[in-house]
């Protein structure tokens, strides 16, 4: 396999990578196609100059091709073993694919373009590049169909300037005429600059994935226990309607025996009587008889004889001693029980009514209004303290840990991983959710700002409040207001004042901004979804100090 591999190399031609046909072999030692190499030098007829393609050697004049009779005795007998040069399909250059610019016929994909050459290279046009030192300075690259925007379109020359001035690639002529007196530098030291932006912007970039990531987690957190709490509770209320119910029903069923008992108990007295009074009536039936008869005897010594002999009529039931119970007797345990149910419906009414109001508590906190006056947003005002772990070494806390004020001198705070190092800033120990109010008195410059709690902690922008997505700032500079988050500085007008107003509804994702004096000035609002609880936070600048008053 190996001798085969070596007699493939070794006569093909390195323009069609075929087995030789009709052999020739130039001055430098190179053999070709007959067919082939023609068809090369013809192309190169224009310049006057003829070269090798394998080692660039160059020939004045064209030189006459004579068929080399030894090699094509070899390659014939090559063909007679049955080996084939032909690559596999797989090598071949497809419509998407880059083609060597050296192969005639049907091309071989290309491995490499030289910068230099401006052409691409299959493997065995490319060996040239590796075995020549005329090559070794040559800058080869991945394959690439667009060598020829490396051209300068005026001048057909190899663009190797950039001109800053235009923003533009640009050739040496171009430097000479349109670009004279412009900011140029080489393309490879602009290359260089722009490389060391780029890495910066994908630091930030792979920063923010990573943050992202960590939100994507947090939510994923937030949804499982969310739908873990629903879970449980679902099983825990259907429990408890299930023990009510029942209970419901245990009462229910006592009524019943209850009723049927006493139904029962008075039945049989009712019977006792009724049987007692039946027995009365016949014995007076029977008495009654016998009166009938003596009355009826016509005889008057008969009947005065017999008329003593009658006995006496037993003691009568009186009727006071039949209690007869009004219809109503039951009805009035049906009114207990009526009176139950309407004791329980208010019960369930009102009971649901809180339920209901625990269950939709996000959106009667979304549907409220925004407060129209001080006063109501003073309702939602809430003490807010400074975290002295989180606040820059050059900033002083006092009155309880509610002012804070810049100093010339860095404070001998302890190493936290939580403390700001590159901005002047602070965070607050007091998570934000719901609705908050608060009031900050400030002095020169100052930002008023709320932001999550993994904001950053280490560069300079990199932290500061209202320059990433992790915050949102009202930004107090020379007199007048402006407002960041993201990087983006939005100009705001309104009257200046040292007190400013900050107002956050954080599930309904609304943040406001005012300047406080005998009015209340809306500043700026901001409408957003917040994923994260907020910390109230402060940056200060030079002289400058911030306090977290409680309003009045």
């Known amino acids: 396999m190996e001798q085969n591999q070596l007699d493939r190399e070794t006569f093909s031609c390195s323009i069609c ?10 001055s430098c030692g190179h053999s070709y196609c007959m067919k082939c190499i023609k068809a090369h030098w013809d192309e190169e007829d224009q310049k006057g100059i003829h070269s090798c ?66 052409a691409s290279y299959c493997e065995k ?29 005026r001048h057909d020359e190899v663009m190797k300037i950039f001109c800053r001035t235009d923003q533009k690639s640009i050739c040496y002529l171009c430097l000479m005429d349109d670009h004279k007196g412009h900011d140029t530098v080489s393309a490879a030291a602009e290359r260089t600059e722009r490389q060391r932006e780029l890495r910066v912007r994908r630091e930030n970039i792979q920063q923010r994935i990573q943050d992202r990531e960590k939100d994507v987690k947090l939510l994923q957190q937030e949804l499982e226990a969310i739908n873990r709490s629903a879970a449980k509770t679902v099983e825990d209320s259907e429990k408890i309607f299930t023990e009510l119910i029942h209970l419901i029903q245990k009462r229910s069923s006592d009524v019943k025996q209850q009723i049927r008992s006493q139904q029962e108990t008075e039945g049989s007295r009712v019977k006792e ?82 339920i209901s109001l ?64 590159g901005c002047s800033q602070v965070l607050s120990r007091e998570s934000l959710t719901g609705r908050c109010y608060w ?69 309904a994702g609304i943040l406001s901004f005012y300047s406080i004096s005998e009015t209340m000035t809306l500043l700026h609002r901001v409408q957003t979804t917040f994923t994260q609880p907020l910390y109230a936070g402060v940056w200060v600048g030079l002289r400058g100090s911030a306090e977290f008053c409680k309003p009045k």
């Open 17 to 26: 990578l075929d087995l030789l046909k009709d052999p020739v072999t130039t």
């Open 53 to 118: 393609p394998q080692c660039r050697e160059t020939f004045i004049p064209r030189p006459a091709l004579k068929k080399n009779t030894i090699l094509a005795a070899l390659v014939e007998q090559l063909k007679k073993t049955g080996v084939q040069a032909a690559p596999a399909d797989h090598c071949y250059a497809g419509p998407e694919d880059v083609a060597c610019d050296v192969c005639t016929g049907r091309k071989l994909k290309a491995i490499k373009s030289c910068l230099v050459c401006l």
């Open 125 to 153: 046009h490319l060996q040239p590049h590796y075995d020549s030192a005329a090559f070794k300075k040559h800058k080869l690259v991945e394959p690439s169909k667009n060598l020829q925007e490396n051209i300068c379109s």
């Open 273 to 354: 009587l009724q049987e007692k009074l039946e027995q009365e009536i016949t014995e007076l039936k029977r008495k009654d008889a016998e009166l009938k008869q003596l009355s009826d005897t016509e005889d008057h010594n008969q009947f005065l004889n017999n008329y003593p002999s009658l006995s006496a009529l037993s003691e009568s039931t009186h009727s006071s001693s039949i209690k007869i119970r009004p219809l109503s007797y039951f009805e009035d345990v049906t009114a207990a029980v009526s009176e139950l149910r309407d004791i329980l419906q208010d019960i369930l009414r009102d009971a649901w009514t809180n």
């Open 358 to 421: 625990r269950l939709t508590e996000v959106e009667v906190l979304l549907s409220e209004p925004e407060p129209k006056s001080r006063a109501g947003f003073l309702k939602y005002s809430c003490k807010i303290t400074l975290n002295p772990n989180t606040a820059n070494s050059y900033l002083a806390l006092s009155e309880g840990n509610r002012k804070v004020t810049w100093m010339n001198q860095p404070q001998s705070y302890s190493r936290h991983p939580d403390r700001f190092t």
């Open 439 to 507: 009031e900050v008195e400030i002095r020169e410059d100052v930002y008023v700002a709320v932001a999550y709690k993994n904001i950053r902690r280490a560069g300079r922008d990199e932290c500061g409040f209202g320059f990433d997505d992790k915050s949102w700032a009202l930004i107090c500079y020379l007199n007048s207001f402006h407002f960041g988050h993201n990087s983006i500085c939005t100009s705001i007008s309104g009257p200046v004042s040292p007190r400013v107003g900050v107002y956050l509804d954080h599930r």
